[in-house]
């Protein structure tokens, strides 16, 4: 016998969680599926194709007040709410790296009392994401959540794997059954040799890949924007007129000109070339290294969003030469 | 837990302005039992700030040995770094670290140090060449120190006891002026720093430790290699865009490596290893 969430209890549950928590999931919008509050009467779209924002900003919010400032002196703004997010599998694998980059000898409390403070509801449903190659890179899709919702047609199993999560499948409306017999969806062959790839990026910047590809590309860093693991930033203080304000976390991508930029003008990465090369070198050679995987879980996001459609897919397959 | 991104208060104990637009700043962290604790390694580096302005990643330029107060030199370049000019005696800053590696002072212990600064790049070699002289740690100290003109010759007050204390120490500015009225302890030639090297003579345990900009460090460590320095000998205090200081916001990497955390010192045989640089 196994948990089972069957389909059309799906928005009851969700409107008893929203009484305990505040509830986001993926919803339509506008003709966009997002990520957003659940409120009564929506119906989220957990098969999403793709979404245009990842949901990364949850746990790292553009415009995340670090510090407040003046009057009584600085201090660290209480943290938000207990919320619930139900994400696929894939984008629950990028949080599996955020929670990562923003643990070890630096734990960032910021990032980590977010993450103390969700439930992360991982669905898995063998839909395809828009230009994904997740299958493709061979991912293990280890533990970043809390529960797991496998879709088997007309019903979820559902698979508590923290205190967390075994608390949130108390509910009256997940109910015993049987466990699926479907079998696996297919998975592609492992194409992206990270060994071979990462070896290619290590030459640095100088190959006629990028070169090439800095006559396409922009430079605008939406592929940095809508990706569910880049997670650089940028820190300035907001002030108010009455002198008090937020020591300010700001999202900012590698792509941009002034990325490496000091004081007294030398830019360390100046040229296009070398930010663009810098940003697949992170992802597919430097995470690797220090974390073993890369940072990167193949969601397409980068490439559906591109403004000059560059196939990213394809360069990085590229640097497997 | 510790928060990482939440500043410890400080107090400016004393300013003094030390020409090339740079003012040496005194502090002492306000919370006197972390301000006993606030020591470091030569080379490493702090984040210095003021609410409403932002922070910056400023080498430690006093003796670490002195757990009274501690020293940066800003170079007044943009609208944050000449508010720290404007500081006064008593107003609060705001610090976190220290940060990063530092020099690798127990692999140079006994050994004859060669130290050369570029322009506004001396305050951590400073704090070398101040710990240097108080642990007397090394073998013997060889400073060489060049900059544009003399009056951006920094921390000329110091140079006086540390010759005094046996540092060699060599100075030459790009550009000779007929109107300077600064009168140095120790005599300074015309020309870049590598000049300096013609004359200087490594010896087998040499290690030289360089804070300038890249250029000079092209042709610094260029001229040390020939001159028979090992390339795992040449230290390089590298400057980037340290935000965070703990190897999160990605503003500072090269290659494998972040700045803030695996630097800000690196030996010249690691940056050559990779696509890096200086």
Request: charged share 30%; hydrophobic share 35%.
């Amino acid at each position: 016998m196994v948990k089972v969430l069957p389909k059309e209890n799906l928005s009851v549950f969700l409107a008893e969680l929203s009484r305990s928590y505040a509830v986001f999931a993926p919803v339509k919008r506008d003709e966009l599926t997002r990520f957003d509050r659940y409120s009564a009467g929506d119906h989220p779209t957990l098969d999403y194709s793709t979404t245009n924002m990842p949901p990364k900003s949850l746990f790292l919010p553009h415009g995340e007040c670090l510090v407040s400032f003046g009057g009584a002196g600085p201090s660290v703004p209480a943290a938000d709410e207990k919320f619930v997010i139900f994400m696929n599998e894939i984008d629950a694998e990028a949080i599996s790296i955020l929670d990562e980059i923003f643990g070890g000898k630096f734990q960032d409390n910021y990032y980590r009392r977010m993450r103390e403070n969700s439930v992360i509801v991982a669905v898995k449903n063998g839909v395809r994401m828009r230009n994904s190659f997740s299958d493709e890179l061979g991912l293990k899709f280890r533990d970043g959540f809390d529960v797991l919702l496998s879709d088997v047609g007309d019903r979820y199993v559902a698979e508590a794997r923290t205190a967390k999560g075994r608390k949130l499948l108390k509910s009256k409306f997940i109910v015993n059954g049987r466990a699926s017999s479907k079998a696996a969806s297919k998975t592609k062959a492992k194409k992206f040799d990270l060994k071979k790839i990462s070896a290619f990026l290590d030459k640095g910047p100088e190959q006629k890949i990028w070169h090439e590809l800095e006559k396409e590309c922009f430079a605008c860093g939406i592929c940095a924007y809508v990706c569910p693991v880049c997670h650089c930033f940028d820190v300035e203080d907001a002030v108010r007129l009455d002198g008090g304000g937020c020591r300010t976390r700001y999202w900012d991508s590698c792509m941009l000109a002034d990325f490496a930029l000091v004081a007294g003008g030398a830019n360390f990465r100046g040229k296009r070339h070398e930010r663009i090369h810098n940003w697949y070198h992170h992802k597919f050679a430097r995470a690797v290294a220090e974390r073993g995987r890369p940072d990167c879980v193949g969601c397409g996001r980068c490439i559906t969003f591109c403004p000059a459609k560059i196939k990213i897919h394809d360069r990085i397959l590229e640097c497997r030469k | 837990m510790k928060n990482i991104y939440l500043p410890e208060k400080a107090v400016v104990v004393q300013t003094e302005e030390l020409g090339g637009d740079s003012t040496l700043l005194t502090m002492r962290i306000k919370d006197a039992k972390k301000q006993a604790k606030f020591t470091w390694t030569p080379g490493q580096f702090a984040e210095i700030g003021l609410f409403g302005y932002g922070e910056i990643p400023v080498g430690l330029a006093s003796n670490p040995l002195d757990r009274k107060s501690f020293q940066v030199s800003v170079r007044g370049v943009g609208g944050f770094s000449n508010a720290l000019r404007r500081l006064e005696k008593g107003d609060a800053v705001w610090v976190r670290g220290p940060f990063g590696n530092g020099f690798p002072i127990k692999r140079m212990h006994g050994k004859d140090v060669i130290v050369v600064g570029g322009g506004c790049g001396i305050p951590p070699l400073r704090s070398l060449v101040e710990y240097g002289i108080a642990k007397k740690d090394f073998k013997s100290i060889t400073l060489l120190y060049g900059s544009r003109t003399k009056g951006d010759l920094l921390f000329r007050r110091d140079y006086g006891r540390w010759k005094k204390a046996g540092v060699d120490i060599r100075l030459t500015v790009d550009k000779e002026e007929c109107e300077c009225a600064d009168r140095l302890a120790v005599s300074c030639s015309v020309g870049v720093v590598t000049k300096l090297l013609d004359s200087f003579k490594p010896k087998k345990n040499t290690v030289a430790c360089l804070c300038g900009p890249p250029v000079m460090y092209r042709f610094v460590s260029k001229r040390l290699i020939e001159l028979g320095v090992k390339q795992k000998d040449i230290l390089l205090s590298l400057e980037r865009r340290m935000k965070c200081g703990v190897g999160k916001c990605q503003h500072c990497t090269i290659n494998k490596t972040y700045v803030c955390v695996d630097g800000p010192v690196f030996t010249h045989e690691e940056l050559m290893k990779g696509y890096g640089g200086f």
